[in-house]
């Protein structure tokens, strides 16, 4: 599976972005996605996943703000962000992997495939 991320950008607080995610190899239905951020000087975290079978999972500070998605058809993974705040401000990637336990969704060692970064930058 090879995954590219792209979508990122500068946009003022409370705007939007969508990131998408391009995966070949495998229908991203067969595995599990998520999506990754890491802000400078900190660990990278679990924004959000979606698993093979349609269900998501989402981190409590993205809650009611993000949206992932998956279009089969596509081949392709969205993370829809709206009401951006600063402390959005990451490196966001995507990653995937066949099969994850619902308790090592966040863990990134769980995922075996991983997209580059996508700089998003949120100004105040």
């Known amino acids: 599976v090879q995954l590219q991320a792209c979508g990122g950008g500068l946009v003022q607080a409370w705007g939007s972005l969508r990131l998408s995610c391009a995966a070949s190899?495998?229908?991203?239905?067969?595995?599990?996605t998520g999506w990754f951020r890491q802000a400078p000087g900190k660990q990278r975290e679990l924004v959000a996943a979606?698993?093979?079978?349609?269900?998501?999972n989402y981190a409590d500070s993205v809650k009611g703000r993000f949206t992932i998605s998956r279009d089969n058809a596509e081949n392709m993974v969205y993370l829809q962000m709206n009401s951006l705040k600063p402390d959005d401000t990451a490196v966001y990637y995507c990653?995937?992997?066949?099969?994850?336990?619902?308790?090592?969704?966040?863990?990134?060692?769980?995922?075996?495939?991983w997209g580059q970064g996508t700089l998003v930058t949120v100004s105040s």
């Open positions: 979606i698993f093979s079978g349609g269900s998501t």
């Open positions: 190899g495998r229908p991203p239905s067969t595995y599990a």
């Open positions: 990653a995937a992997t066949p099969r994850v336990a619902l308790s090592a969704l966040a863990v990134d060692s769980s995922y075996d495939y």
